[in-house]
């Protein structure tokens, strides 16, 4: 078990000791595949932690990018979280559906926006229920709250920057995906991406970050992983994934073993293997 640390990961005892703090705000980031079946919103009007405001991570987006969910504009993330009723002074802590998938990507792009009181629920909503603690099915009330964005440019990259870090291998690249995708044995999901990898990434599975029951593994595992997948953990990391959405999950991993160097390919595979002109590598 991790020691209960607010910019990184808390555990569901922690959060119900703080969850009437008056400047703590829980967000709701649960985000599905289409083959997983399953509408985020309609389950978080059924039922959430109490409080929770639900983040949607396809609309606070740049809806001027062909890409999914990459990225918003500043302008447009001060703007939701404002109806969001999150600012200057909230420490956030947020979960998904899954117990980690999808709501790392929210911490990330919160530190990315310069906000780095923010933590994700270990174990998430799965593990909340599985105690039995309170949920509702009510909105919150919603208090504009102003936010200020200092973006740490430093924490995300283009495509640009990781066909250079694949030239100079100045920084080493880690997929998320699953082990079949990343050998192109198995096909995308999106229509007309190309099968494989990044050449010269390394493939860590987002699903082997957690137990059995949606926690993060101990920190002596989550090293094996990475080690075990070829990688040096104390080197700078760009994490990627299908569409840069479990990457941050790796990131998340990653700040937990004491590494603060890594950067989220934003458009991930979605991207690279868009473009005939980008190398890729299978087996």
């Known amino acids: 078990m ?11 005892a922690w959060l119900a000791a703080h969850l009437n703090d008056p400047d703590l705000r829980v967000l709701d980031a649960s ?18 932690i109490p409080g929770a405001r639900f983040f949607d991570i396809d609309e606070i987006s740049d809806n001027r990018s062909e890409l999914p969910h990459m990225v918003p504009p500043a302008e447009k993330f001060i703007s939701r979280m404002r109806k969001l009723g999150v600012g200057d002074g909230h420490q956030v802590v947020v979960y998904d559906g899954l117990g980690l998938f999808s709501a790392a990507r929210v911490w990330w792009l919160f530190r990315l926006m310069g906000h780095s009181d923010i933590a994700v629920l270990d174990g998430g909503f799965p593990k909340w229920s ?17 936010i200020t964005v200092r973006r740490q440019a430093h924490m995300v990259k283009d495509v640009t920057q990781v066909a250079r870090a694949v030239k100079l291998r100045d920084w080493q690249i880690v ?3 699953s082990p079949e995708r990343f050998r192109g044995e198995e096909p995308e999901p999106r229509p007309g991406l190309r099968s494989g990898h990044i050449p010269g990434s390394f493939n860590v ?29 104390e080197r700078p990391v760009i ?12 990131s998340l991993a990653l700040a937990l073993l004491g590494n603060s160097q890594t950067a989220v390919y934003d458009g991930s595979w979605s991207e690279w293997g868009m473009y005939p002109d980008l190398k890729v590598e299978t087996g």
């Not at 991790?2 to 569901?12: G, W």
């Not at 599985?130 to 919150?140: L, M, S």
């Not at 994490?239 to 790796?250: E, I, R």
């Open 31 to 48: 985000w599905y595949l289409s083959a997983m079946n399953r509408d985020a919103r309609a389950e978080y009007e059924a039922s959430h």
């Open 205 to 233: 599975y987002w699903a082997d970050l957690v137990n059995d029951d949606g926690t993060v593994r101990p920190p002596a595992e989550l090293r094996q992983l990475f080690t075990a997948a070829g990688m040096d953990i």
């Open 130 to 146: 599985a105690e039995g603690r309170p949920v509702e099915d009510v909105p919150p009330v919603i208090r504009d709250r102003h």
């Open 175 to 177: 997929d998320a995906r």
């Open 239 to 250: 994490t990627t994934c299908g569409s840069g959405v479990t990457a941050a999950a790796l």
């Open 2 to 12: 991790y020691k209960d640390d607010p910019r990184t990961l808390v555990s569901t």
